[in-house]
């Protein structure tokens, strides 16, 4: 099984909001990701966990929080977001993320988010 | 600072026609070369991953190539189909990256005409 999961699938909220997107892998991989993808452009890797501690933030604003409570499960907390935070938020996993080797990743269908 | 090229940005075949899609990158110091398929609206299915040591890989009708020393990937699709429309992604793990993060390309989109 190579599935990783995401719910919801949509999301429309407004920037007064607060809402979580949830993610979810049953692979026994250790390292997870959040990336941004806006229309026509690659995704944008916003943050990594490693052993369920973070890794990297790529200097994603404060109002993204991200929290891996458990080794298979990942969320990112939205609040006060703005309209052109609208995207498609995809999850990814990998077996671990290496000091000298590198593992191929594994994306979730992604959660279309507009923001009002 | 790694930097990855997709040529073409889109591509229109009729269907049963051989295509090969390129990436490029600037730097060669990589861990792996990775092809991801993405249908719209929709999530990164991944295709073929080439470790650094490879020179290619084959999965069904896809054959991938890497030349490392030559900063270039090809992406080899035999016999297209229909279903086979999709933006096609490279992206590479940089070895002075040592996280994870993935590089990538800006994508081909892909039409297979019936």
């Known amino acids: 099984d190579t599935e990783v999961t995401q719910t919801p699938k949509h999301l429309v909220m407004g920037m007064t909001n607060k809402k979580s997107l949830k993610c979810e892998q049953h692979?026994?991989?250790?390292?997870m990701y959040w990336y941004k993808q806006k229309a026509k452009k690659p995704p944008e890797l916003m943050f990594v966990?490693?052993?369920?501690?973070?890794?990297i933030n790529e200097s994603v604003p404060s109002r993204f929080s991200p929290e891996c409570p458990n080794s298979s499960l990942l969320n990112l907390h939205l609040h006060a977001l703005q309209p052109e935070d609208s995207a498609l938020y995809l999850c990814?996993?990998?077996?671990?993320?290496?000091?000298?080797?590198?593992?191929?990743?594994?994306f979730g269908p992604g959660t279309r988010l507009t923001v009002t | 600072k790694q930097e990855v090229t997709q040529i073409p940005a889109a591509l229109s075949v009729p269907e049963g026609e051989n295509l090969v899609l390129n990436c490029s990158f600037t730097?060669?110091?990589?861990?792996?070369l990775q092809w991801f398929r993405q249908d719209p609206g929709k999530g990164l299915t991944s295709l073929l991953l080439?470790?650094?040591?490879?020179r290619e890989q084959t999965s069904g009708r896809l054959n991938a190539s890497l030349d490392k020393s030559s900063g270039r990937s090809t992406l080899y699709i035999a016999a297209s189909q229909p279903g086979d429309s999709a933006t096609y992604l490279c992206?590479?793990?940089?070895?002075?990256?040592?996280?994870?993060?993935?590089?990538f390309g800006q994508g081909t989109e892909l039409s297979v005409k019936p």
């Open positions: 990814a996993s990998s077996q671990r993320l290496g000091t000298g080797d590198s593992y191929e990743q594994y």
């Open positions: 966990y490693s052993y369920e501690k973070l890794s």
């Open positions: 692979m026994g991989h250790r390292a």
């Open positions: 992206a590479v793990s940089p070895i002075y990256n040592q996280g994870g993060k993935l590089i």
């Open positions: 080439i470790q650094s040591s490879q």
């Open positions: 730097d060669s110091a990589i861990y792996n």
